[in-house]
């Protein structure tokens, strides 16, 4: 168990619609870390966050956001789904923000776009 | 641009053998990270090891070990008499130290499948 929470596990829904993905990293950690697994695409970065701020970002979608809220926890929204959205969606966290952190993730959100 | 390259997208042994996963990696700075997770049929990510681009000592844990050539800009992982519990996709990953204001985004690599059977 890395520590990292995300919730939920799974999440079925139809296109066009809008989902919230939620993660609590580690304690102590203020860095956030948004990643999407798929098949075609492997394993990308979309977004980091430090200790409530916008710091580096990826190949996130205009139809994607993030925030982390005072208490460091993040939510990542995905809206008008589409059916290439289907993904491992994971979250990761380290302590600080610099080149090098070690990232500890979660267990992933499951997403199906039907 | 930072990239990893995981050539072997799928490897099978027999439990007790030996295998080795390759992983190279393109990046322009001097300083950068190199890091391998685990990722078993339950799909979370499992980190396994960091290592710095000063620090080219190979590392041994248990079965497990990697070894780290600047030279030729690999970092491979062997694991040792594999078992069936070592079955899992492994990803290598690059992160630049590009300072602490920039960042910290892992490029990872396509990953190897490793099947290990009875």
């Known amino acids: 168990d890395s520590g990292v929470t995300q919730t939920p596990k799974h999440l079925i829904t139809a296109t066009g619609q809008r989902v919230t993905l939620r993660c609590s990293p580690r304690?102590?950690?203020?860095?956030v870390y948004w990643y999407q697994q798929s098949l075609d695409q492997g394993l990308q970065f979309l977004i980091q966050?430090?200790?409530?701020?916008?710091?580096a970002k990826g190949n996130i979608l205009e139809r994607f956001s993030a925030q982390q809220f005072p208490d460091l926890h993040s939510e990542l929204n995905l809206s008008s789904l589409e059916l290439g959205d289907s993904a491992l969606y994971f979250c990761?966290?380290?302590?600080?923000?610099?080149?090098?952190?070690?990232?500890?993730f979660g267990p992933g959100t499951r997403l199906l776009v039907l | 641009a930072q990239k990893v390259t995981q050539a072997q997208t799928e490897i099978s042994v027999v439990e007790k053998e030996d295998v080795t996963l390759d992983c190279v990696y393109e990046?322009?700075?001097?300083?950068?990270?190199l890091f391998w997770y685990k990722q078993p049929p339950s799909g979370e990510l499992v980190f396994l090891i960091r290592?710095?681009?000063?620090?080219?000592q190979n590392e041994i844990s248990g079965r497990y070990s990697w070894n780290f050539q600047k030279s030729t800009s690999s970092f491979n992982f062997t694991i040792t008499a594999s078992q069936v519990v070592d079955s899992a996709v492994y990803f290598c990953?690059?992160?630049?130290?590009?300072?602490?204001?920039?960042?910290?985004?892992?490029?990872f690599g396509g990953g190897t499948r490793l099947m290990v059977k009875p």
């Open positions: 990761a966290s380290s302590v600080d923000l610099g080149g090098g952190e070690t990232q500890y």
């Open positions: 304690s102590g950690d203020l860095s």
């Open positions: 966050y430090y200790n409530g701020e916008e710091r």
């Open positions: 990046t322009r700075d001097t300083t950068y990270y």
């Open positions: 290592r710095n681009s000063f620090d080219e």
């Open positions: 990953a690059l992160s630049e130290a590009v300072g602490n204001n920039a960042g910290n985004m892992l490029t």
